[in-house]
């Protein structure tokens, strides 16, 4: 397999921000009851995000291998995170921070050998 651009790089972290956004969705839809009209935009726009994911995703698999995708798509942990505070008020512990540096770490690692 040749090795991946940093391009590739990229969209393969913007499809993982995507899904992300995606949960989001989910979460917001969670909140509100089945009939409702706020359920029924969050569904859909969690569903538009995640067809999107899914396409780049694709593409993105197309070039990377598939243990250098799935380890890459750890970094979902930092996003949702993120949102759950930003959008959410959920607390994030020292456990989680400490997880999220070691994912990070990991996905360094593996972007580099795998650049190499």
Known sequence: MV???FK???SMHVSLLIYSIGLVFSKFAAKYPWKSLEFLIA???MIL???SFALIWQQVLKRVQLTTAILNAEICLMWTSFFGMLL???KITIQLLIGIVLILAG???VNKSERE
């Open 88 to 90: 959410f008020h959920e």
């Open 43 to 45: 569904c859909v726009l």
């Open 8 to 10: 590739t790089f990229i």
């Open 49 to 51: 995000f995640l067809m």
């Open 3 to 5: 090795k991946p651009t």
């Open 107 to 109: 996905v360094i690692l």
